[in-house]
Structure formats: C-alpha cells, structure tokens
C-alpha cells in the first residue's frame, strides 16, 4: 500500500446567515483521494460541528517533498487506539521522503503495538535535524564516516558461457 501525503481544503456550505464560511485545511496521509476526503470528514467531524452533507470540499491536491533523493531524519506525533486505551507517541525515522516515514510508521505500529492503520491519527510530521533527535537508534547513523560492510560476496560470472552450476572449488567470499 503506497502512501500519498494530500492537502485537503474544505469549509461549511454558505449560507444567507454565514454567506463567507471559514475554510479548513488537513494534511492527510492515505492511500488514495478518496480515502483522503473520507478522513478529512473523519477528523474535521471531531474538531468542529461540521459533516459531510452540511459542508463541501474546494480542492484535494497531492503533496510531493522538495528533494526526494537526500536521506533525511522525521519526527512523527501520532494518537493511537489500542485495547486498553487511546495512547500518544513520538516516533522518529529517516527516510527520503515524509511518505515513506508515514509508510515506516505505520508499520512499526503494527509491528510493535498492534494497531491498525484505522486506528492511528498522525499528529504532526516534521523534519528534525541530526543535532535533534531523541532517539538513539537514530543517532547511531549520523556518524559522517559510517561504513557498511560486505560480509559475503559471492562473485558472479562476467558473462553468460562462463556460468556453471557446479565447480571444483569453493569462492572466496572474504576480501
């Protein structure tokens, strides 16, 4: 399931009383616009005396993050539901994009906590500097000289006539 980060604005219908109604508008995390607008109504319901028949939306548009390609650290607030209670939780991930730190995070929560997509409201997400972060798992990849190494590597033929399913010797997978 992809996740799509969208801006949703909506208002009450005008009226001859309030012919200028105030405008609202979310950002929504959700597989689709539909799903979009449906949580739009969802969350706009419990902050204001307001539903989908006594109120119109204006425009639903797709967010897209600036620099897509540079790894970056988020911070996400999120209310979640569980079987005993309603619980609050700060979380952090680094990714690329705020909707692949969504992505991550909701599978964390289902991972970890056991709770459905339905049932976790994101508060807030926001990009958090290296210097900011809380969270030690976090921090253990903002060492600038962090290496990665390559415990088994197995080399393969350079071309296809030199491939053989058995040899004589075993590979050194150890450089």
């Not at 109504?41 to 109120?55: C, E, R, V």
């Not at 991930?93 to 049932?119: E, K, W």
């Not at 350079?158 to 004589?168: I, L, N």
């Amino acid at each position: 399931m992809a996740i799509h980060e969208y801006q949703v604005v909506g208002r009450h219908k005008p009226t001859e009383t309030d012919p200028k109604p105030n405008l609202y508008r979310m950002r929504i995390f959700a597989p689709n616009e539909v799903v979009a607008k449906s949580r739009y109504w969802y969350f706009l319901s419990k902050y204001h005396k307001m539903k989908k028949t006594t109120g119109e939306i204006l425009a639903v548009n797709e967010i897209h993050d600036r620099k897509p390609t540079l790894v970056k650290n988020y911070a996400i607030f999120v209310r979640y539901d569980s079987r005993s209670g309603t619980h609050n939780l700060y979380k952090e991930f680094r990714d690329t994009t705020r909707c692949g730190a969504v992505a991550q995070m909701y599978l964390d929560m289902a991972g970890r906590h056991r709770a459905r997509t339905r049932s976790v409201q994101i508060i807030d997400v926001i990009e958090v500097p290296s210097s900011k972060c809380k969270r030690p798992n976090m921090a253990e990849f903002h060492d600038s000289k962090i290496r990665f190494p390559l415990p088994h590597r197995v080399p393969r033929a350079t071309e296809a006539r030199y491939k053989a399913t058995f040899r004589a010797g075993r590979p050194n997978t150890s450089y």
